[in-house]
């Protein structure tokens, strides 16, 4: 399978509880998104990469959240102190084309459920 | 006045018909605009982009009006198959390859 996968598929976690999920794109594309959903929402942008650098960052995004992709392959999204807000979908993507917008290509998410 | 707005619907409409969305953004530098398909519990996939001089793929024709600052999606002979939500999406200026999303229009095509 050459997609976008995600791990986990589904996180159950107490709240105040740190997680970290994580993204693998597909091989030869170099930016790499993470979004968040909610029911009856779109997808909410957070970040995305360039190869390893993140070069925009949503004011959404608290001090909690942070996200690395450090050898422009992989990346992960970590939230510490988990709050029930922070329950949601969390959607990676990734686009083939350095300088030009295109077709983002999303993994199938990983749910996180905070008691 | 969020940046990119849409109908949450649900659109309910019989087999057959023809159905159009619209999708409004604010910010009038927007480079790129794109409609998504987003089945229940499944991640977006793309359905097709949006060309300044509209373009068509099948049943599907994606339309831009940048003096409005509106893309529309219209679905003619909708088919069982067409139900899911339908995300609109833009890039919202040149600087950036940012996208942001719409809230979706569901639609449910009846038999």
């Known amino acids: 399978d050459t997609g976008v996968s995600q791990d986990p598929r589904h996180k159950i976690t107490k709240r105040g509880q740190n997680v970290t999920f994580r993204c693998d794109p597909i091989?030869?594309?170099?930016?790499l998104y993470w979004y968040r959903q909610t029911l009856g929402q779109g997808p909410e942008f957070l970040t995305y990469?360039?190869?390893?650098?993140?070069?925009?960052k949503s004011r959404l995004l608290s001090d909690r959240f942070s996200a690395e992709r450090p050898k422009g392959s992989f990346s992960t999204l970590e939230i510490q102190r988990t709050e029930q807000g922070d329950s949601a979908m969390y959607l990676c993507?990734?686009?083939?084309?350095?300088?030009?917008?295109?077709?983002?290509?999303f993994g199938p998410g990983t749910r996180l459920t905070v008691l | 006045r969020k940046e990119v707005e849409q109908d949450p619907g649900p659109f309910n409409v019989p087999e057959g018909a023809t159905v159009a969305f619209n999708c409004t953004y604010s910010?009038?530098?927007?480079?790129?605009f794109f409609w998504y398909r987003q089945d229940c519990r499944k991640e977006p996939k793309l359905l097709m982009s949006?060309?300044?001089s509209g373009n068509e793929d099948g049943r599907f024709t994606a339309q831009l009006n940048r003096a409005s600052q509106y893309i529309s999606l219209l679905i003619r002979d909708s088919k069982l198959s067409d139900s899911a939500t339908y995300l609109c999406?833009?890039?919202?200026?040149?600087?950036?390859?940012?996208?942001?999303f719409g809230t979706g229009t569901r639609l449910k095509v009846l038999a």
């Open positions: 990469f360039q190869n390893e650098a993140q070069l925009e």
């Open positions: 949006v060309y300044s």
């Open positions: 993507a990734s686009t083939g084309a350095a300088w030009s917008t295109d077709t983002q290509y």
């Open positions: 091989s030869e594309h170099n930016r």
């Open positions: 999406v833009v890039n919202p200026s040149a600087g950036t390859y940012k996208y942001i």
């Open positions: 910010n009038s530098a927007s480079q790129s």
